[in-house]
């Protein structure tokens, strides 16, 4: 049998839009204003921009690339050392390395090309 909290919660779901209805300390239920709906505004007025995905793009950066090298070269190091099993230890970092020095300025180049293309979308809309 549910409790009289439980009662209360399911026929108060039933009567009202659950988000615009709460119960006070007292236990009276209390509408709440409807926020307006418009989207949110920076600081200088303006919305702010947003890609399709509700993400903004940050410049590119070394830094955030030696980021991202610190994450993929211990995958690139195992998988690596899985697919070649006899090769010895210095052969295998000596390939992550090599790998890693193709990497990072790739990695940089596709930052970049999308910031660029960011930047272009955000300009042409109003």
Same mark, same amino acid.
């Given at each position: 049998m549910p *409790?009289?909290?439980? &009662?209360? &919660? &399911?026929?108060? #779901?039933? &009567?009202?839009?659950? #988000?615009?209805?709460?119960?006070? #300390?007292e236990g009276r239920e209390v509408e709440v204003e409807e926020p307006e709906k418009g989207a949110s505004r920076s600081k200088n007025g303006q919305r702010p921009v947003r890609t399709r995905s509700g993400r903004r793009i940050d410049p590119p950066s070394w830094n955030k690339v030696g980021r991202r090298a610190l994450i993929f070269a211990p995958l690139m190091l195992i998988t690596i050392r899985l697919l070649e099993r006899? #090769?010895?230890?210095?052969?295998?970092?000596?390939? *992550?390395?090599? =790998?890693? =020095?193709?990497f990072l300025p790739f990695s940089y180049v596709m930052d970049s090309f999308l910031y660029r293309s960011y930047q272009r979308r955000t300009q042409r809309k109003p």
């Open positions: *409790t009289r909290k439980q &009662r209360r &919660r &399911r026929a108060k #779901e039933r &009567r009202h839009e659950y #988000e615009y209805v709460y119960v006070d #300390e006899g #090769e010895p230890w210095p052969a295998s970092v000596f390939r *992550t390395a090599f =790998l890693l =020095l193709v």
